[in-house]
Protein backbone atom coordinates (compact mmCIF):
# COMPACT_ATOMS: atom_id res chain seq x y z
CA UNK A 1 0.00 0.00 0.00
CA UNK A 2 1.26 3.34 -1.04
CA UNK A 3 2.53 5.26 1.90
CA UNK A 4 0.28 8.11 3.36
CA UNK A 5 2.36 11.12 4.68
CA UNK A 6 2.21 12.85 8.24
CA UNK A 7 0.39 16.29 8.70
CA UNK A 8 4.06 18.04 9.66
CA UNK A 9 5.46 16.14 6.75
CA UNK A 10 2.35 17.41 3.83
CA UNK A 11 2.88 20.78 5.14
CA UNK A 12 6.98 21.05 5.36
CA UNK A 13 8.00 23.64 2.66
CA UNK A 14 11.97 23.21 3.44
CA UNK A 15 12.25 19.28 3.50
CA UNK A 16 13.06 19.87 7.31
CA UNK A 17 14.90 16.62 8.36
CA UNK A 18 11.50 14.78 9.99
CA UNK A 19 13.35 11.87 11.41
CA UNK A 20 11.80 10.50 14.23
CA UNK A 21 8.84 13.35 14.09
CA UNK A 22 7.19 11.77 10.70
CA UNK A 23 9.46 9.89 9.23
CA UNK A 24 11.89 6.95 10.07
CA UNK A 25 14.47 4.97 9.34
CA UNK A 26 17.33 2.72 11.34
CA UNK A 27 19.88 5.24 12.18
CA UNK A 28 20.71 4.94 15.69
CA UNK A 29 22.42 2.24 17.17
CA UNK A 30 18.61 1.06 18.99
CA UNK A 31 17.28 1.83 15.65
CA UNK A 32 19.61 -0.98 14.22
CA UNK A 33 18.84 -2.91 16.90
CA UNK A 34 15.01 -3.06 16.53
CA UNK A 35 15.52 -3.34 13.31
CA UNK A 36 17.88 -6.35 13.81
CA UNK A 37 15.23 -7.87 16.16
CA UNK A 38 12.09 -7.38 14.18
CA UNK A 39 14.13 -9.02 10.77
CA UNK A 40 15.06 -12.21 12.66
CA UNK A 41 11.30 -12.73 14.15
CA UNK A 42 10.26 -12.39 10.69
CA UNK A 43 12.79 -14.17 9.30
CA UNK A 44 12.53 -16.53 12.12
CA UNK A 45 8.96 -17.60 12.39
CA UNK A 46 9.10 -18.28 8.42
CA UNK A 47 11.77 -20.64 8.88
CA UNK A 48 10.06 -22.26 11.74
CA UNK A 49 6.56 -22.42 9.09
CA UNK A 50 8.91 -24.23 6.82
CA UNK A 51 10.81 -26.43 9.02
CA UNK A 52 7.52 -27.96 10.23
CA UNK A 53 5.61 -28.32 6.80
CA UNK A 54 9.59 -30.07 5.89
CA UNK A 55 8.78 -32.52 9.34
CA UNK A 56 5.59 -33.25 8.28
CA UNK A 57 6.31 -33.50 4.59
CA UNK A 58 9.02 -36.14 5.39
CA UNK A 59 6.61 -37.90 7.42
CA UNK A 60 3.57 -38.55 5.13
CA UNK A 61 6.43 -39.44 2.25
CA UNK A 62 7.73 -42.32 4.45
CA UNK A 63 5.13 -44.52 2.88
CA UNK A 64 5.57 -43.94 -0.52
CA UNK A 65 9.24 -43.87 -0.11
CA UNK A 66 9.44 -47.77 1.40
CA UNK A 67 6.72 -48.67 -1.41
CA UNK A 68 9.15 -47.42 -3.81
CA UNK A 69 11.91 -48.97 -2.96
CA UNK A 70 10.49 -52.29 -2.67
CA UNK A 71 8.43 -51.47 -5.92
CA UNK A 72 10.19 -49.02 -7.95
CA UNK A 73 7.66 -49.28 -11.32
CA UNK A 74 5.26 -47.35 -8.55
CA UNK A 75 7.17 -44.34 -9.09
CA UNK A 76 6.15 -44.02 -12.32
CA UNK A 77 2.53 -44.23 -11.25
CA UNK A 78 3.37 -41.04 -9.58
CA UNK A 79 5.14 -38.87 -12.46
CA UNK A 80 2.14 -40.04 -14.93
CA UNK A 81 -0.47 -38.92 -12.09
CA UNK A 82 0.04 -35.97 -12.59
CA UNK A 83 0.95 -35.34 -16.09
CA UNK A 84 -2.38 -33.82 -16.87
CA UNK A 85 -1.95 -31.42 -14.58
CA UNK A 86 1.30 -30.58 -15.57
CA UNK A 87 0.07 -30.45 -19.38
CA UNK A 88 -2.50 -27.96 -18.20
CA UNK A 89 0.30 -25.35 -16.21
CA UNK A 90 2.02 -25.45 -18.81
CA UNK A 91 -0.71 -24.34 -20.97
CA UNK A 92 -1.17 -21.41 -18.51
CA UNK A 93 2.35 -20.98 -18.41
CA UNK A 94 2.38 -20.72 -22.12
CA UNK A 95 -0.93 -18.60 -22.16
CA UNK A 96 0.90 -15.21 -20.04
CA UNK A 97 0.93 -12.97 -22.61
CA UNK A 98 3.62 -10.68 -20.50
CA UNK A 99 6.84 -11.47 -19.86
CA UNK A 100 8.15 -15.45 -19.15
CA UNK A 101 8.65 -16.42 -15.22
CA UNK A 102 12.02 -17.39 -13.79
CA UNK A 103 12.36 -20.96 -14.08
CA UNK A 104 13.79 -20.82 -10.35
CA UNK A 105 10.86 -19.05 -9.03
CA UNK A 106 8.40 -21.46 -10.29
CA UNK A 107 10.42 -24.52 -8.98
CA UNK A 108 10.25 -22.85 -5.78
CA UNK A 109 6.56 -21.92 -5.95
CA UNK A 110 5.96 -25.98 -6.76
CA UNK A 111 8.21 -27.08 -3.99
CA UNK A 112 6.60 -24.55 -1.03
CA UNK A 113 2.91 -25.87 -2.49
CA UNK A 114 4.23 -29.45 -1.28
CA UNK A 115 5.67 -28.66 1.87
CA UNK A 116 2.32 -26.50 2.71
CA UNK A 117 0.28 -29.48 1.08
CA UNK A 118 0.77 -31.18 4.52
CA UNK A 119 -0.50 -28.29 6.68
CA UNK A 120 -3.76 -29.21 4.99
CA UNK A 121 -3.38 -32.74 5.56
CA UNK A 122 -3.26 -32.48 9.13
CA UNK A 123 -6.02 -29.58 9.17
CA UNK A 124 -8.90 -31.92 7.29
CA UNK A 125 -7.81 -34.96 9.61
CA UNK A 126 -8.61 -33.08 12.89
CA UNK A 127 -11.64 -31.21 12.00
CA UNK A 128 -12.97 -34.34 9.39
CA UNK A 129 -13.98 -36.78 11.85
CA UNK A 130 -15.61 -34.27 13.79
CA UNK A 131 -17.48 -32.36 10.97
CA UNK A 132 -18.49 -35.58 9.21
CA UNK A 133 -19.95 -36.52 12.15
CA UNK A 134 -22.74 -34.42 11.94
CA UNK A 135 -25.79 -36.15 10.53
CA UNK A 136 -26.79 -35.13 6.85
CA UNK A 137 -24.90 -32.39 6.45
CA UNK A 138 -21.44 -33.08 8.06
CA UNK A 139 -19.93 -34.02 4.80
CA UNK A 140 -21.38 -31.09 2.99
CA UNK A 141 -19.91 -28.53 5.94
CA UNK A 142 -16.83 -30.40 5.62
CA UNK A 143 -15.81 -30.10 2.39
CA UNK A 144 -17.50 -26.32 2.12
CA UNK A 145 -15.88 -25.37 5.51
CA UNK A 146 -12.71 -27.08 5.70
CA UNK A 147 -11.66 -28.86 3.26
CA UNK A 148 -12.24 -25.91 -0.06
CA UNK A 149 -10.81 -22.95 2.41
CA UNK A 150 -7.99 -24.50 3.80
CA UNK A 151 -6.29 -26.41 0.42
CA UNK A 152 -6.85 -23.40 -1.44
CA UNK A 153 -5.38 -21.52 1.42
CA UNK A 154 -2.31 -23.09 1.59
CA UNK A 155 -1.46 -23.34 -2.34
CA UNK A 156 -1.99 -19.34 -2.19
CA UNK A 157 0.29 -19.98 0.45
CA UNK A 158 2.80 -20.96 -1.34
CA UNK A 159 2.48 -18.12 -4.21
CA UNK A 160 2.63 -15.60 -1.02
CA UNK A 161 5.24 -16.03 0.57
CA UNK A 162 8.07 -15.97 -1.74
CA UNK A 163 7.12 -15.18 -5.63
CA UNK A 164 4.43 -12.45 -5.12
CA UNK A 165 7.55 -10.53 -3.01
CA UNK A 166 9.69 -11.15 -6.34
CA UNK A 167 10.05 -8.00 -8.99
CA UNK A 168 9.53 -10.36 -12.03
CA UNK A 169 5.74 -10.92 -10.57
CA UNK A 170 5.55 -7.71 -12.79
CA UNK A 171 1.70 -8.50 -14.21
CA UNK A 172 -1.54 -9.45 -12.70
CA UNK A 173 -1.58 -12.66 -15.00
CA UNK A 174 1.42 -13.67 -13.41
CA UNK A 175 -0.49 -14.95 -10.54
CA UNK A 176 -2.36 -17.42 -12.60
CA UNK A 177 0.56 -18.66 -13.52
CA UNK A 178 2.13 -19.03 -10.47
CA UNK A 179 -1.65 -20.11 -8.70
CA UNK A 180 -1.44 -22.83 -11.61
CA UNK A 181 2.04 -24.15 -10.63
CA UNK A 182 1.26 -24.36 -6.81
CA UNK A 183 -2.04 -26.70 -7.44
CA UNK A 184 0.70 -29.08 -9.63
CA UNK A 185 2.18 -28.78 -6.60
CA UNK A 186 -0.30 -29.94 -4.16
CA UNK A 187 -1.65 -32.36 -6.64
CA UNK A 188 1.75 -34.11 -6.89
CA UNK A 189 2.00 -34.94 -2.89
CA UNK A 190 -1.23 -35.58 -2.72
CA UNK A 191 -1.50 -38.22 -5.56
CA UNK A 192 1.97 -39.70 -3.66
CA UNK A 193 0.04 -39.84 -0.62
CA UNK A 194 -3.33 -41.45 -2.31
CA UNK A 195 -1.73 -44.05 -4.60
CA UNK A 196 0.85 -45.17 -2.10
CA UNK A 197 -1.97 -45.85 0.71
CA UNK A 198 -4.18 -47.44 -1.73
CA UNK A 199 -1.42 -49.58 -3.05
CA UNK A 200 -0.47 -50.68 0.73
CA UNK A 201 -3.94 -52.15 1.61
CA UNK A 202 -4.86 -53.46 -2.14
CA UNK A 203 -6.00 -56.71 -1.85
CA UNK A 204 -5.08 -56.86 -5.69
CA UNK A 205 -2.05 -57.18 -7.27
CA UNK A 206 0.35 -53.74 -7.62
CA UNK A 207 -0.05 -52.92 -11.55
CA UNK A 208 -3.78 -53.40 -10.74
CA UNK A 209 -3.84 -51.52 -8.08
CA UNK A 210 -2.08 -48.50 -9.17
CA UNK A 211 -3.56 -48.13 -12.20
CA UNK A 212 -6.88 -47.63 -10.74
CA UNK A 213 -5.96 -45.44 -8.11
CA UNK A 214 -3.71 -43.73 -10.73
CA UNK A 215 -6.23 -42.99 -13.33
CA UNK A 216 -8.36 -41.63 -10.63
CA UNK A 217 -5.59 -39.24 -9.34
CA UNK A 218 -4.73 -37.89 -12.91
CA UNK A 219 -8.19 -36.97 -13.21
CA UNK A 220 -8.27 -34.84 -10.40
CA UNK A 221 -4.83 -33.31 -10.84
CA UNK A 222 -6.30 -30.73 -13.20
CA UNK A 223 -8.95 -29.67 -11.06
CA UNK A 224 -6.16 -28.28 -8.35
CA UNK A 225 -4.69 -26.52 -11.08
CA UNK A 226 -7.77 -24.58 -12.26
CA UNK A 227 -8.71 -23.84 -8.57
CA UNK A 228 -5.67 -22.30 -7.61
CA UNK A 229 -4.78 -20.88 -10.99
CA UNK A 230 -8.04 -18.78 -10.25
CA UNK A 231 -7.13 -17.70 -6.74
CA UNK A 232 -3.66 -16.75 -8.18
CA UNK A 233 -5.04 -14.63 -10.75
CA UNK A 234 -7.07 -12.64 -7.85
CA UNK A 235 -4.05 -12.80 -5.46
CA UNK A 236 -1.93 -11.07 -9.09
CA UNK A 237 -4.97 -8.09 -9.04
CA UNK A 238 -4.76 -7.91 -5.16
CA UNK A 239 -0.48 -6.69 -5.95
CA UNK A 240 -1.52 -3.76 -8.77
CA UNK A 241 -4.50 -3.01 -6.39
CA UNK A 242 -2.93 -2.75 -2.69
CA UNK A 243 -5.67 -0.47 -1.14
CA UNK A 244 -8.05 -3.01 -1.56
CA UNK A 245 -5.35 -5.89 -1.60
CA UNK A 246 -7.09 -8.21 1.29
CA UNK A 247 -10.96 -7.83 -0.21
CA UNK A 248 -9.69 -8.92 -3.45
CA UNK A 249 -7.39 -12.00 -2.09
CA UNK A 250 -10.59 -13.20 0.03
CA UNK A 251 -12.75 -13.01 -2.90
CA UNK A 252 -10.17 -15.52 -5.03
CA UNK A 253 -10.36 -17.97 -1.83
CA UNK A 254 -14.15 -17.70 -2.11
CA UNK A 255 -14.75 -18.66 -5.63
CA UNK A 256 -11.69 -21.00 -5.63
CA UNK A 257 -13.02 -22.71 -2.32
CA UNK A 258 -16.62 -22.92 -3.21
CA UNK A 259 -15.97 -24.63 -6.84
CA UNK A 260 -13.40 -27.06 -4.69
CA UNK A 261 -15.89 -27.64 -2.61
CA UNK A 262 -18.92 -27.82 -5.00
CA UNK A 263 -16.74 -30.26 -6.82
CA UNK A 264 -16.08 -32.53 -3.37
CA UNK A 265 -19.42 -32.87 -2.51
CA UNK A 266 -20.91 -33.33 -6.42
CA UNK A 267 -18.43 -35.98 -7.18
CA UNK A 268 -19.53 -38.57 -5.32
CA UNK A 269 -23.11 -37.90 -6.02
CA UNK A 270 -23.42 -37.47 -9.63
CA UNK A 271 -21.61 -39.92 -10.81
CA UNK A 272 -23.86 -42.11 -8.93
CA UNK A 273 -26.78 -41.07 -9.79
CA UNK A 274 -26.03 -41.14 -13.67
CA UNK A 275 -24.80 -44.75 -13.16
CA UNK A 276 -27.98 -45.90 -12.06
CA UNK A 277 -30.40 -44.17 -14.37
CA UNK A 278 -28.93 -44.52 -17.36
CA UNK A 279 -27.30 -47.92 -18.67
CA UNK A 280 -23.71 -46.22 -18.31
CA UNK A 281 -20.88 -47.93 -15.87
CA UNK A 282 -20.12 -45.97 -12.95
CA UNK A 283 -16.47 -45.30 -13.69
CA UNK A 284 -18.04 -43.77 -17.13
CA UNK A 285 -20.55 -41.79 -15.38
CA UNK A 286 -17.14 -40.39 -13.37
CA UNK A 287 -14.52 -39.71 -15.72
CA UNK A 288 -17.11 -37.63 -17.61
CA UNK A 289 -18.74 -35.87 -14.99
CA UNK A 290 -15.46 -34.51 -13.79
CA UNK A 291 -14.43 -34.04 -17.49
CA UNK A 292 -17.11 -31.71 -17.76
CA UNK A 293 -16.87 -30.10 -14.10
CA UNK A 294 -13.42 -28.84 -14.99
CA UNK A 295 -13.89 -27.82 -18.81
CA UNK A 296 -16.80 -25.76 -17.04
CA UNK A 297 -14.90 -24.39 -14.10
CA UNK A 298 -11.70 -24.47 -16.48
CA UNK A 299 -14.06 -22.13 -19.26
CA UNK A 300 -14.23 -19.11 -16.15
CA UNK A 301 -10.76 -19.18 -15.75
CA UNK A 302 -9.95 -18.97 -19.57
CA UNK A 303 -12.40 -15.52 -20.05
CA UNK A 304 -10.52 -14.34 -17.46
CA UNK A 305 -6.83 -15.41 -19.12
CA UNK A 306 -8.03 -13.94 -22.70
CA UNK A 307 -9.86 -10.57 -21.41
CA UNK A 308 -6.40 -9.66 -19.77
CA UNK A 309 -4.75 -11.21 -23.14
CA UNK A 310 -6.82 -9.31 -25.47
CA UNK A 311 -6.72 -5.66 -23.22
CA UNK A 312 -2.77 -5.97 -23.24
CA UNK A 313 -2.69 -5.92 -26.81
CA UNK A 314 -5.57 -3.11 -26.98
CA UNK A 315 -3.56 -0.57 -24.71
CA UNK A 316 -0.43 -1.71 -26.66
CA UNK A 317 -1.67 -1.17 -29.88
CA UNK A 318 -3.30 2.49 -28.76
CA UNK A 319 -0.09 3.49 -27.41
CA UNK A 320 1.99 2.47 -30.75
CA UNK A 321 3.98 0.36 -28.56
CA UNK A 322 3.95 -3.31 -30.52
CA UNK A 323 3.22 -6.68 -28.47
CA UNK A 324 6.43 -8.13 -27.33
CA UNK A 325 7.41 -10.67 -30.34
CA UNK A 326 8.04 -13.68 -28.36
CA UNK A 327 4.70 -13.42 -27.22
CA UNK A 328 2.73 -13.94 -30.00
CA UNK A 329 -0.26 -15.92 -30.57
CA UNK A 330 1.03 -19.11 -31.94
CA UNK A 331 4.56 -18.74 -30.32
CA UNK A 332 5.88 -19.57 -27.01
CA UNK A 333 7.42 -16.84 -24.32
CA UNK A 334 11.26 -16.92 -23.93
CA UNK A 335 13.42 -17.51 -21.38
Not at 274 to 286: E, I, K, R
Request: hydrophobic fraction near 50%.
Amino acid sequence: MQRRNDSVERADEESRDLYDVSTWEPRSAVDLLAYSIYNGISYGLRAIVLAVAFVITLTLLVQPAVLVIDEPLLAAFFALSVVPAGLLAAFIWYTDITTSEPLGLLVVTFVLAVLFATFAAVVNSAFGPILQAIPVVGTVLFFYLIVGPVEEGVKLLAVRVFAYRSDTFDAVIDGTVYGAVAGLGFAAIENAIYISGTVATAETGLFTAATGIATVRALVGPGHVIFSAIAGYYLGLAKFNPEQAGPIVVKGLLIAAFVHGTYNVTVGIIPDFVATTYPVSFGLAFVGYVIVFDLAVGYYLYRKIARYRRTYREVRDDTGTPPHPERTEFEPPQR
